[in-house]
């Protein structure tokens, strides 16, 4: 893989396992309304958080080795200089994210990397000029401080679209409208319109069972006074589904309680509250900052 690939993709793989956003920052003139997922990752608000430092004081785990080769190869400094990254999920044929990165880039330097990849090529699309390596490798700076960047060649043409104004943002849609009043603390927000659209037809495991019940998603994270606070609310398709939901949640985990040899990143699902009305399930769980950070490096 050609230097400059490896940069784009360890800006993806950051934005993938990053832990924070925050839907004060999301640009809706970014989202098309054919989106179908999204994710919005307000890096400066996950700066400020004690799961962020102590992040750093374990920085020998797959974020932290992501970030510091992005800061090596690129000079960029990723929580001061990097203020925001967004990711879209568009269509079936190409389930490739549109990940967009904001705040205060050198252009002149992250081209000059780019302008070394032997298979580059460029073209016009609107009043924008899109960088192409790689075969289907894409990357377009919207203006100074906004990179786009794709697989996707359709999916970030949508986008372009959407921020030109010639397509519409997704405002009034299904997936819009899951995005809520949320509390100051709150450092990540995910969204999906029709979650069941978004599984393969073969998936059959335990939570391709839920989610093929479910038409919409909403998860947030908030930190305050050392806790991390969890909560997924799923839009059901009836009343009944949401009573059977719940049940099953609760089933797995009066069996997680049982055995004490389990994985730990099943952790979380033994300390969840659920919640089931009318056709929503909300399931919530609490614990402090380092619990959740062993949750996910696998620590017990």
């Known amino acids: 893989m050609r230097k400059i690939t490896i940069i784009f993709l360890a800006f ?8 924070s956003i925050s839907g004060e920052s999301l640009q809706t003139e970014l989202i098309p309304t054919e989106a179908r997922w999204l994710i919005h990752i307000d890096v400066e608000k996950f700066a400020k958080t004690e799961l962020k430092q102590i992040l750093e004081k374990n920085s020998e785990n797959d974020l932290g080795r992501e970030i510091m080769g992005i800061e ?11 203020s925001a990254v967004t990711l879209i999920g568009m269509n079936h044929e190409n389930n490739e994210p549109v990940v967009a990165f904001s705040g205060n880039l050198d252009k002149t330097h992250l081209l000059g990397l780019l302008k070394e990849e032997e298979s580059l090529n460029k073209f016009n699309y609107g009043n924008f000029l899109i960088y192409n390596w790689d075969d289907d490798e894409y990357g ?9 960047f794709s697989e996707n060649r359709s999916g970030l043409e949508k986008v372009l679209d959407t921020l030109s104004g010639k397509g519409k943002n997704f405002s009034g849609t299904t997936l819009q409208r899951q995005f809520r ?5 709150t450092f ?21 069972l839920i989610l093929k019940k479910t038409e919409s998603a909403f998860f947030s994270a908030n930190e305050q006074n050392s806790k991390v606070k969890l909560q997924l609310s799923l839009q059901t398709d009836s009343p009944e589904t949401a009573t059977k939901m ?12 049982m055995n004490d040899k389990i994985d730990s990143e099943w ?3 033994k300390s969840l509250k659920v919640f089931a009305k009318d056709t929503t399930v909300v399931l919530e769980s609490q614990g402090s900052v380092e619990e959740l950070l062993n949750v996910f490096l696998g620590k017990k």
């Not at 009043?181 to 603390?185: C, G, H, M, R, V």
Request: proline content about 3%; hydrophobic content about 50%; aromatic content about 8%.
């Open 267 to 269: 952790d979380i699902v």
């Open 188 to 208: 990540l927000i995910a969204a999906a319109g029709n979650v069941s659209d978004l599984l393969e037809e073969d998936d059959d495991d335990f939570g391709a």
């Open 72 to 82: 090596k190869t690129t000079g960029i400094d990723f929580f001061s200089d990097i």
């Open 12 to 19: 993806w793989l950051a934005a993938l396992t990053s832990p």
């Open 181 to 185: 009043a949320l509390s100051p603390d």
């Open 140 to 148: 377009v700076f919207a203006n100074d401080n906004l990179l786009i």
């Open 246 to 257: 719940g049940s099953m949640v609760t089933g797995l985990k009066a069996f997680l309680s």
